[in-house]
């Protein structure tokens, strides 16, 4: 439909790039319209205001200087073609163009409004047939924007406790972060002076990768469960390299603590053969009757 109109008229733009979507009304600028009614701007708007009671706020209505400037903004309308205007333009609506066309009565207007009318009808017709498409693009923006939201207040969180000198109470160590993880769990095994308890019913040789970081002269025990395949060799191996360390099965065998120099008890989420590959929380005991009996129940 666009090509009824003589390319030089709208400088090789469709008509369709010329329909902006303002104060939830689909319109025109003035002096768009003008350009395909072959008329001067302001000689548009005067023919607008002789004739007012045919243009209504729904038909007609003049922008505000946000309003221009965000439209500025979005088209990349530049300040030769409408920056220069010591008056903040006009809108019209499919309706407004129609009556215009009344009000200029000349061969080339009535045409350019068919056209432009027709324009406005298609896009009408887009957005209904397009509808649920375009809402469910609405929802996922929102969605990566929420997402977006959450993910930096988790790396808030993160960087907050990595800054602290002091081991946080509690953490949350998120799908993927393997490597918070070990460096949470590790700042907990440095801690200790004197003993590290490792209560974990299907720890492996991969609790060594932390232990590996303690203090020398600190004496570690390990609770294993029936389903552990912590072996006898790897054992021997982290005893000769690092020192005291005593192994003890005990069933049954459920939840995972470290208990460091007999008064500081942390509960893991999860095996330290698997932290940091799925959601989990480390909670420190503050509480001396819980933390007292888990203490008693796992001694050196």
């Given at each position: 439909?666009?090509?009824?109109?003589?390319?030089?008229?709208?400088?090789?733009?469709?008509?369709?790039?010329?329909?902006?979507?303002?104060?939830?009304?689909?319109?025109?600028?003035?002096?768009?319209?003008?350009?395909?009614?072959?008329?001067?701007?302001?000689?548009?708007?005067?023919?607008?205001?002789?004739?007012?009671?045919?243009?209504?706020?729904?038909?007609?209505?003049?922008?505000?200087?946000?309003?221009?400037?965000?439209?500025?903004?979005?088209?990349?309308?530049?300040?030769?073609?409408?920056?220069?205007?010591?008056?903040?333009?006009?809108?019209?609506?499919?309706?407004?163009?129609?009556?215009?066309?009344?009000?200029?009565?000349?061969?080339?207007?009535?045409?350019?409004?068919?056209?432009?009318?027709?324009?406005?009808?298609?896009?009408?017709?887009?957005?209904?047939?397009?509808?649920?498409?375009?809402?469910?693009?609405?929802?996922?923006?929102?969605?990566?924007?929420?997402?977006?939201?959450?993910?930096?207040?988790?790396?808030?969180?993160?960087?907050?406790?990595?800054?602290?000198?002091?081991?946080?109470?509690?953490?949350?160590?998120?799908?993927?972060?393997?490597?918070?993880?070990?460096?949470?769990?590790?700042?907990?095994?440095?801690?200790?002076?004197?003993?590290?308890?490792?209560?974990?019913?299907?720890?492996?040789?991969?609790?060594?990768?932390?232990?590996?970081h303690k203090l020398m002269g600190v004496a570690v025990t390990i609770y294993?469960?029936?389903?552990?395949?912590?072996?006898?060799?790897?054992?021997?191996?982290?005893?000769?390299?690092?020192?005291?360390?005593?192994?003890?099965?005990?069933?049954?065998?459920?939840?995972?603590?470290?208990?460091?120099?007999?008064?500081?008890?942390?509960?893991?989420?999860?095996?330290?053969?698997?932290?940091?590959?799925?959601?989990?929380?480390?909670?420190?005991?503050?509480?001396?009757?819980?933390?007292?009996?888990?203490?008693?129940?796992?001694?050196?």
């Amino acid at each position: 439909m666009d090509e009824k109109i003589l390319p030089e008229v709208f400088e090789n733009k469709s008509i369709d790039n010329l329909i902006h979507e303002i104060r939830g009304m689909f319109v025109m600028l003035d002096s768009d319209i003008a350009k395909a009614f072959g008329v001067e701007t302001r000689q548009l708007n005067r023919q607008m205001k002789r004739n007012i009671l045919r243009f209504p706020e729904d038909f007609c209505f003049q922008l505000n200087s946000k309003e221009f400037k965000n439209l500025k903004c979005q088209n990349g309308t530049s300040s030769g073609n409408y920056g220069g205007r010591r008056k903040l333009p006009y809108v019209y609506t499919e309706h407004g163009v129609v009556a215009l066309a009344g009000v200029i009565k000349s061969e080339i207007a009535a045409k350019a409004s068919v056209d432009i009318t027709r324009s406005f009808i298609e896009m009408r017709k887009f957005i209904i047939q397009n509808g649920n498409m375009m809402l469910e693009l609405a929802n996922l923006q929102k969605r990566q924007i929420e997402y977006q939201d959450e993910t930096n207040r988790k790396f808030d969180e993160i960087y907050r406790w990595k800054e602290s000198k002091d081991i946080p109470k509690n953490v949350v160590i998120f799908e993927g972060n393997v490597y918070d993880a070990f460096e949470f769990v590790t700042r907990i095994i440095k801690s200790a002076k004197e003993s590290i308890v490792l209560v974990d019913p299907y720890v492996d040789s991969n609790a060594f990768i932390y232990l590996n970081h303690k203090l020398m002269g600190v004496a570690v025990t390990i609770y294993k469960g029936i389903h552990s395949k912590l072996k006898d060799d790897e054992i021997s191996i982290f005893e000769s390299q690092n020192g005291n360390i005593t192994v003890k099965s005990k069933t049954p065998l459920h939840d995972r603590y470290i208990i460091i120099d007999q008064k500081d008890c942390y509960m893991l989420g999860s095996s330290l053969n698997s932290i940091g590959k799925s959601f989990l929380g480390i909670t420190k005991f503050e509480l001396d009757g819980p933390k007292k009996s888990i203490i008693e129940q796992y001694p050196l």
